[in-house]
């Protein structure tokens, strides 16, 4: 009897040892939530989720190898609080415009490359618009400069009244408002001391002396437009990878703009033409625009150019020493 007493309790004992080897993840706190164990799906390649009050993270174990634990959910927890908060600010932002309640958004890790998908450089995260997930690449760095970005995509393709059509408008409005409307904690928080010191000189911050993501983007887009960055490599509106011409600076091809000059261009036509107005005819290809804006989109662009480039003219300080 005394000897069946021992077995079992080593039995026990063996069983507790192996829960603690195996499931030492879960129920682990990352930032204010909780490492559960992923019963859903995809369970050998993600053995553990991460539910935040607006996505569910599927936390690859190849990814937690790559950056070792305790650097994996020091990082996580940093970007679930910050992207809960810029999430919410999305969500507010297009209120207006919503349908319902918004559903839970998953989003996949994929760090060490184990898809594929994520070889380009120009995508930290990538949103899919039938399937409601988002991917994040290479590393946290990476998601958070991309992420706002793919859930406005996934908010305004799947959870807004409005019709969205072409890549053109697509990407007007997800990096309208996740880099003008919303703060973007996420993508803030890449910014190193050097890029802070070089907006500061340029006088494109805040009253605050933070970095101005509308001016940076007014900055770039006029030197887009100023032929400043022909040979710059970058990605189009369209989603391909080119290199900036002459030709598309002298006679820009809507397709081909830089997410800078997109952005601006979208905002200046919300000004002019009012939110509703243009968050309602964003089906239109750009042989309609003359009948929807009353002028040609090569018209309608060049008044925005002229006054982007009347803006910078005011407002940009050349630091010193520049143009000596
Ligand atoms: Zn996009």
Redesign the pocket.
């Known amino acids: 009897m005394r000897k069946s007493i021992r077995i079992a309790a080593l039995i026990l004992a063996l069983i507790l040892c192996a829960g603690l080897f195996t499931g030492c993840a879960k129920g682990r706190k990352v930032g204010p939530y909780r490492v559960e164990k992923n019963d859903i799906r995809n369970t050998e390649i993600y053995p553990y989720i991460v539910r935040t009050p607006h996505a569910t993270w599927y936390l690859a174990q190849a990814d937690i190898d790559l950056l070792g634990e305790e650097t994996f959910y020091r990082e996580l927890g940093e970007v679930l609080t910050e992207q809960e908060a810029d999430f919410a600010d999305a969500i507010d932002a297009l209120r207006d415009y919503l349908t319902g309640d918004i559903p839970c958004i998953d989003i996949w890790m994929d760090f060490a490359g184990r898809t594929g998908n994520g070889k380009s450089d120009y995508f930290g995260a990538y949103c899919i618009w039938d399937m409601d997930l988002i991917y994040v690449y290479h590393d946290f760095q990476h998601a958070r400069e991309g992420l706002l ?2 859930y406005v ?1 996934y908010l305004t393709h799947k959870c807004c009244t409005f019709k969205l059509k072409t890549d053109f408008w ?2 007007c409005i ?1 990096e309208y408002i996740s880099q003008f409307v919303c703060y973007n904690r996420l993508s803030h928080s890449t910014l190193t001391e050097e890029d802070r010191e070089m907006y500061r000189q340029y006088g494109l911050t805040d009253a605050n002396g933070e970095p101005d993501k509308r001016k940076v983007y007014y900055a770039w887009a006029a030197q887009a437009r100023a032929g400043e960055l022909i040979g710059m490599p970058y990605l189009a509106v369209n989603q391909t990878g080119m290199t900036l011409t002459e030709a598309q600076v002298r006679n820009p091809e809507i397709g081909a703009l830089t997410y800078f000059e997109a952005c601006c261009f979208f905002e200046w036509l919300v000004e002019r033409y009012g939110r509703d107005f243009v968050f309602s005819h964003m089906a239109i290809g750009p042989e309609r625009f003359e009948e929807v804006f009353g002028k040609d989109f090569n018209t309608l662009f060049s008044e925005w150019t002229a006054d982007n480039d009347a803006w910078c003219a005011e407002n940009l300080k050349l630091p010193e020493g520049a143009g000596d």
């Open positions: 970005h793919e995509h697509s990407e997800a």
